[in-house]
């Protein structure tokens, strides 16, 4: 069996879930955080100290679609990416200024895993299965229920400009043709230079997931969340589940937006007697202003 200390470092020992309060999605996370926006954080806080991180279907589900079929990805879900704090630094904007730390044992013991990233391009091997499954879903409730739940831990590997198998858009009119600047000295091509791919947004984010599967409800692994209302026009504010934890011994770091709202948290004992309990270890509170300092 190989010692611990051969993969040492290799693997990040924490998965951060991000987070955005309401009123800070709202100026998609620019500028200074508004009074508003920091309560709205601290709210988040709260809710999430006393019943757990929310569980709620995407707001923008992901599609698989070659030509024809299609199929979205709606299940409730919370997700966690093994980026360094550092590293996610530059991604706050999109995913929100708050982040819990957890280890990857718990996500792990709690049903979660790795994402299996894949090429969404229309002769994709593992496209073409995926769809060569869904096209035909088996009838057993708990058959389908599995195969929907395997494939809510796939993602594409990047962006595309568009989803496979759509018909391209128009072209442009093609513009008045510009002769060339020959230079007397222009280099040859380097016929030893290689290529490397291009950056695939989606892989650099190395995401785990926790799904909603009735498994997991039946152990109160995920406690269902009895406010919860689905909309079919638009997706829920509310979480379908609640997935509860212990500070400190579940959870191991907590970053919050600014040192503002480090030291309001820090001066409310409602928070410091959750966050760092007497008969355990503590919850290290790190503010996102002193992230790449130190």
Request: hydrophobic share 35%.
């Amino acid at each position: 069996m190989a010692s611990a200390s051969k993969y040492n470092g290799v693997h990040k020992q924490q998965l951060f879930h991000w987070l955005a309060a309401r009123a800070d999605r709202a100026v998609e996370m620019k500028g200074r955080l508004t009074p508003l926006a920091r309560r709205g954080y601290i709210e988040c806080l709260a809710g999430s100290l006393e019943k757990g991180i929310w569980v709620k279907p995407p707001r923008k589900p992901e599609e698989i679609r070659l030509r024809k079929h299609q199929i979205s990805l709606g299940n409730a879900m919370a997700c966690f990416t093994e980026w360094s704090l550092n590293d996610s630094l530059k991604h706050t904007r999109e995913y929100g200024r708050m982040a819990f730390g957890f280890s990857k044992s718990w996500l792990i013991k709690h049903g979660g895993q790795p994402v299996t990233y894949y090429d969404h391009s229309a002769n994709s091997p593992f496209l073409k299965s995926l769809i060569a499954l869904l096209k035909n879903p088996p009838k057993d409730k708990m058959q389908l229920e599995a195969l929907l739940y395997l494939v809510h831990f796939t993602k594409r590997i990047h962006k595309p400009s568009k989803l496979a198998g759509t018909p391209p858009a128009p072209k442009p009119p093609a513009a008045k043709p510009v002769a060339p600047v020959v230079s007397k000295h222009k280099l040859p091509p380097d016929k030893f230079a290689r290529f490397w791919s291009k950056t695939m947004p989606f892989l650099e984010e190395r995401e785990w997931r926790i799904v909603e599967h009735s498994r997991l409800e039946a152990t109160e692994t995920l406690v269902p969340n009895s406010k919860y209302r689905p909309n079919s026009n638009r997706p829920s504010e509310m979480p379908k589940f609640y997935l509860p934890y212990k500070p400190g011994e579940d959870l191991f770091t907590l970053v919050l937006p600014d040192n503002q709202t480090v030291s309001a948290v820090l001066q409310n004992t409602w928070f410091t007697n959750r966050l760092f309990p007497k008969n355990g270890p503590h919850v290290t509170v790190l503010s996102l202003q002193d992230i790449g300092t130190f």
